[in-house]
């Protein structure tokens, strides 16, 4: 460990040597200086500060701040000495080297301590960023990545504990960040007009952190003391210090041209905005009033289209909220046809429908579903029926098959009402959604168990159709009725057969098992039996269930295509 006079005059000589004949050597070892090896603490801010070494710390301090910054984050017992001496070094030096050793700090943080370097080194960084003269907009810009780049590393709390606990500091580094970029919104504000490139890496740093991490937090309002909610809140203070209309960044693409990030992540960051705005109401009142709900809703399928192809909870959940919200505002029976034909309105409820039929968690599936129903309700009659016919003509799912059929039994008991006819329910344009309705889709070959609930759906809607007018029969739907049933009735018969056996099977497996079990002998004979489906993998007790079960299934089918033939009527009223 050298001495104070062997110290003093390596000071005193780099003091003496012009910048330009430093050696590497020079540097590092001023640099070990810092590492605190050598000197105390104490004694080395002495150093620092003293005002005839200031020439020196000026040339060479910047390489200080690396050593320096791992000693905070040792959380060094002599903690006090080293703040004071990063801050005597960020004050003193060129800004632009600080700015550049600092930004090298926090991209070579240590993963598990991403979030404590962000923390430390955001105070410092702004400290450079303020002094700097020339070309602090793009600096702002470069260090505002930098930060968020590390940001994004860090798992998202998203329960309320999640955030109190904190575990991996994105809280903390949220609330250090707004502390960041207080100053920058000042200096924007004080400057009106001007500045423009400071605003526009502003914007940028906004819709990254839409994105990440605020696409993936809970967002709850009522929780005003959430860092993530206080965070978000911040966001639309930037963009209204930066005099950013919310309506062109939603609304007007054209006005985008120099946000720097990809079609889809871009719609995500708007996705999480509008989630803001509209489900959220947060700064709902930069939204001017003139907007019809009709064309808001239009303008924001293509972020709910986004944000539900996502395989993530809280991209789906925040999807699905903001698509309902934006359905609320709109009247009943209003959306026009012409809607469905739209791009952004085909790919919504293609996602939608995903989320429905194959979203493995059950909460999203239902409230997927009592989206869908919303967003029939705000169909008019032929944009309804327009939609029905095509869900029945492309989905290949029993389950979305019987939820269209039970609404167009709906929209038939509707339009019946006194004051509700409508063309498309009743007469020929409802004939032509029968016709989708009333098949197998594989003939006598359908599987009757996986096609159960449309079936069962589809003689619900004929037994009540039937049922309208004792008096009336109409060729078309008695000929449709007809077909249906008599290949209903075939492919029973054929299931049911086909399943007897297999139970017939099943029990003489059992019998066969039992008597091998009481058998004296060694003798083993063996049966191999096959199952429907992967039936042979469950045992015994669970087969003999599905299978008797299914039976049943068939004698409910049955007893329905009865029930048809019982309320045939005599004449064609309801369809004239």
Same mark, same amino acid.
């Given at each position: ?93 060129? &800004? ?6 600092? +930004?090298? #700090?926090?991209? !070579? @943080?240590?993963?598990?301590? $991403?979030? %404590?370097? *962000? ?107 959430? &860092? ?6 911040? +966001?639309? #203070?930037?963009? !209204? @210090?930066?005099?950013?209309? $919310?309506? %062109?960044? *939603? ?128 169909? %008019? ?196």
């Amino acid at each position: 460990m050298m001495n104070e006079d062997q110290v003093n005059k390596l000071i005193q000589r780099w003091g003496d040597t012009p910048e330009d004949n430093l050696k590497p050597e020079d540097y590092q070892q001023f640099k070990d200086l810092a590492c605190l090896t050598q000197v105390d603490s104490e004694y080395f801010l002495t150093l620092l500060q003293d005002e005839k070494n200031q020439s020196m710390v000026k040339s060479m301090g910047c390489v200080l701040l690396t050593p320096l910054m791992e000693k905070v984050l040792e959380k060094d017992k002599s903690c006090d000495q080293i703040q004071a001496a990063i801050t005597h070094v960020t004050t003193t030096c060129r &800004p632009h080297k600080v700015l550049e050793n600092l +930004i090298v #700090v926090v991209e !070579d @943080a240590d993963p598990d301590a $991403i979030s %404590e370097t *962000l923390v430390a080194s955001v105070p410092h960084l702004q400290t450079g960023l303020l002094r700097l003269e020339e070309g602090r907009a793009s600096s702002l810009g470069t260090v505002l990545s930098v930060l968020h780049k590390q940001l994004t590393r860090l798992p998202v709390p998203y329960t309320e504990q999640q955030e109190a606990d904190d575990e991996f500091g994105v809280c903390r580094c949220c609330t250090a960040l707004t502390s960041f970029t207080k100053p920058f919104l000042e200096e924007v504000r004080s400057n009106g007009g001007n500045h423009q490139e400071m605003k526009l890496e502003l914007l940028n740093f906004c819709i990254r952190s839409l994105r990440e991490p605020l696409l993936e937090a809970e967002l709850t309002p009522q929780r005003d003391s959430s &860092p993530l909610w206080l965070f978000a809140s911040h +966001i639309m #203070v930037t963009l !209204d @210090a930066i005099n950013q209309s $919310i309506t %062109e960044l *939603l609304f007007f693409s054209t006005k985008q041209r120099n946000i720097q990030m990809d079609k889809s992540q871009l719609a995500e960051s708007k996705g999480c905005l509008a989630y803001l705005l509209f489900v959220r109401l947060l700064a709902l009142e930069c939204i001017p009033t003139v907007l019809s709900p009709e064309f808001i809703l239009q303008c924001n399928v293509e972020y709910v289209h986004q944000l539900l192809s996502s395989k993530r909870e809280s991209h789906l959940l925040k999807g699905l909220a903001l698509f309902e919200r934006c359905l609320e505002r709109v009247h009943d029976n209003s959306l026009a046809v012409n809607l469905l034909e739209l791009k952004s309105f085909y790919h919504v409820k293609q996602s939608l429908l995903q989320v429905v039929t194959d979203c493995p968690m059950q909460h999203l599936r239902e409230s997927g579903q009592k989206v869908f129903q919303l967003l029939i309700h705000k169909l %008019e009659a032929e944009a309804k029926h327009k939609l029905f016919g095509w869900l029945l003509k492309s989905s290949k799912h029993p389950g979305v098959e019987c939820f269209i059929v039970k609404n167009i039994q709906n929209q038939v008991e509707s339009s019946m009402k006194l004051g509700n006819a409508t063309g498309w329910f009743l007469g020929a344009e409802l004939l032509s959604l029968l016709g989708l309705v009333l098949t197998l889709a594989n003939g006598a070959e359908t599987d009757l168990l996986h096609n159960k609930d449309k079936i069962m759906a589809s003689l619900n809607l004929l037994c009540y159709l039937l049922s309208r007018d004792k008096a009336a029969v109409w060729e078309d739907v008695s000929r449709m009725r007809e077909e249906y049933t008599q290949m209903l009735r075939v492919c029973i018969t054929m299931s049911r057969s086909y399943y007897m056996s297999e139970l017939q099977a099943l029990r003489d497996d059992h019998r066969l098992k039992a008597r091998e079990a009481r058998a004296s002998t060694g003798t083993c004979l063996q049966i191999s039996t096959v199952k429907p489906g992967d039936l042979s993998k469950r045992s015994p007790e669970v087969q003999h269930q599905v299978l008797q079960s299914s039976l049943v299934t068939f004698d409910l089918m049955e007893s329905l295509i009865v029930r048809t033939e019982e309320k045939i009527p005599q004449q064609t009223a309801l369809f004239v």
